[in-house]
């Protein structure tokens, strides 16, 4: 689970000192990577030094007596941060939205206008009403529905406004961290409500009757409402014994598909597709997991349709919004980094010319030497540090959150551009043909879970 910046061990844990020669060797790309530079105040509390004023600070040769200090792997950090450059939106792109997307526009406008204190205001009382509605809950209904809608949407909003402002200026770190924590405890409750025994995933099918009015909003809320009930579901396809099922037919049936991608002299099994093998998602696991669903797309901007169409109207602005979120949420510097991975990296298609391929230039410095698919040890790590160190092709949470993306950008009712919508059974014939038979887009172990969890959420439709 994340945790606010503190430590146990005082001020000076995990940071180390920094020259005054060094911060001017680096200036350029300590200010653009927003690896903050600290000073110890009177109280030896550690203080973050606004980067309007470091420049002073470097200037005034009367101050050689202040000591500096910066993260460990400050030098780490401004690669990882600056290694992905990707032209991202203009600042006043969201000035004239079209008209589909008036209530997006609006619902910006509206937190933008609210100040620090209202923003935690908002979230504290959508943690008063989700904790009131675990208590009394006895079935997944309407008003349940209604409710968490309410609060995913306020909790996305509070967020994205907030990370924007901090990624344009610099919000106060109490902010910042008051506001995550907060959000980290909604994401906890939203769990743990969808996790009650008595829900079922039948009960859950009334996701599809989500209708803000806004495309973006419905997504996110859509998203965050299936990929939490899919990570449960897949936990139970243990405790149900269904693996094994898996393990069985691995070769006859899955086998094919991952081997396009493998080296003809090389055996597939189990435990290539699956590093260390298949195993449950643990609690902390299921909490930054949902908390990158969450987040994934929060850099979305309301003059833009999202959707996964062969040949999109400007598929190079539609893909900005992948590194945009993502450089909002390393700016932010609280989150684990499996979230801005989930962020970025959702549309990668395990290196299909149809994904981003985001992941080479974030990961420049290990993938550089690696031409071709076949090269990888793995497909799918649990450990992100696989994936960015070119050991694993991809990420488990990213898998699932491509799968359920695709979905939803299926079935979702309304859209523009002439997009057309499909029933939940048709969508998933056309994402078996098209990302997995054609060529390996999404992973098809996942895909088999998530069929067997679309025939208990929605039998017979």
């Known amino acids: 689970m994340?945790?606010?910046?503190?430590?146990?061990?005082?001020?000076?844990?995990?940071?180390?000192?920094?020259?005054?020669?060094?911060?001017?060797?680096?200036?350029?790309?300590?200010?653009?990577?927003?690896?903050?530079?600290?000073?110890?105040?009177?109280?030896?509390?550690?203080v973050i030094i606004p980067p309007k004023k470091l420049e002073q600070?470097?200037?005034?040769q009367a101050l050689p007596k202040i000591v500096f200090y910066i993260e460990k792997n400050w030098?780490?950090?401004?690669?990882?941060?600056?290694?992905?450059?990707?032209?991202?939106?203009?600042?006043?792109a969201d000035t004239a939205p079209p008209a589909g997307d008036n209530v997006f526009s609006k619902q910006i406008k509206r937190f933008d206008n609210l100040s620090f204190d209202e923003r935690e205001e908002v979230l504290d009382s959508d943690l008063e009403r989700i904790h009131r509605t675990i208590e009394l809950f006895q079935k997944f209904d309407v008003p349940t529905i209604t409710n968490m809608v309410s609060v995913i949407s306020n909790a996305w909003h509070v967020n994205k406004i907030t990370l924007q402002e901090n990624r344009e200026t610099e919000v106060p770190r109490s902010v910042l961290e008051r506001l995550i924590e907060k959000t980290n405890a909604l994401v906890d409750?939203?769990?743990?409500?969808?996790?009650?025994?008595?829900?079922?995933?039948?009960?859950?099918?009334?996701?599809?009757?989500?209708?803000t009015g806004s495309n973006t909003i419905d997504h996110m809320n859509k998203v965050l409402l299936r990929f939490i009930p899919v990570c449960i579901y897949y936990n139970e396809y243990f405790t149900r014994g269904r693996i094994g099922k898996i393990r069985a037919h691995f070769k006859d049936y899955y086998g094919k598909y991952y081997q396009r991608l493998l080296a003809a002299d090389r055996e597939i099994s189990l435990e290539v597709v699956y590093k260390g093998g298949m195993r449950r998602i643990t609690?902390?696991?299921?909490?930054?997991?949902?908390l990158g669903a969450l987040l994934h797309d929060v850099g979305k901007l309301p003059d833009i349709e999202y959707h996964e169409d062969t040949q999109p109207a400007d598929r190079k602005k539609i893909m900005r919004h992948a590194p945009y979120s993502y450089n909002m949420i390393i700016k932010a510097k609280l989150f684990p980094w499996s979230v801005a991975y989930m962020a970025l990296?959702?549309?990668?298609?395990?290196?299909?010319?149809?994904?981003?391929?985001?992941?080479?230039?974030?990961?420049?410095?290990?993938?550089?030497?690696?031409?071709?698919?076949?090269?990888?040890?793995?497909?799918?790590s649990y450990d992100h540090e696989d994936m960015k160190n070119g050991v694993s092709l991809s990420y488990f949470p990213i898998k699932i959150l491509?799968?359920?993306?695709?979905?939803?950008?299926?079935?979702?009712?309304?859209?523009?551009?002439?997009?057309?919508?499909?029933?939940?059974?048709?969508?998933?014939?056309?994402?078996k043909e098209e990302y997995i038979e054609k060529s390996l887009k999404l992973d098809p172990i996942l895909f088999t879970i998530f069929e067997d969890f679309i025939e208990e959420y929605a039998p017979g439709e």
């Open 283 to 290: 609690s902390e696991e299921m909490h930054i997991y949902s």
């Open 57 to 60: 600070y470097i200037g005034d």
């Open 75 to 92: 030098r780490d950090r401004i690669k990882e941060t600056l290694n992905l450059k990707i032209e991202e939106p203009a600042p006043d």
């Open 189 to 211: 409750s939203i769990v743990t409500l969808l996790s009650q025994e008595s829900m079922t995933y039948r009960d859950l099918n009334l996701i599809e009757n989500i209708s």
């Open 345 to 380: 990296l959702h549309h990668e298609y395990y290196g299909d010319p149809a994904g981003y391929n985001f992941a080479r230039k974030l990961f420049a410095e290990s993938w550089g030497g690696i031409e071709e698919t076949h090269s990888f040890n793995y497909f799918i």
């Open 2 to 46: 994340n945790k606010k910046n503190t430590s146990n061990k005082g001020p000076l844990a995990n940071k180390v000192r920094i020259t005054l020669d060094e911060i001017k060797q680096n200036y350029t790309d300590i200010l653009k990577s927003g690896v903050p530079i600290e000073r110890l105040n009177r109280e030896g509390q550690l």
């Open 402 to 431: 491509e799968m359920i993306d695709v979905f939803d950008d299926l079935t979702i009712r309304e859209r523009g551009s002439g997009h057309k919508s499909h029933s939940l059974r048709a969508a998933l014939r056309i994402m």
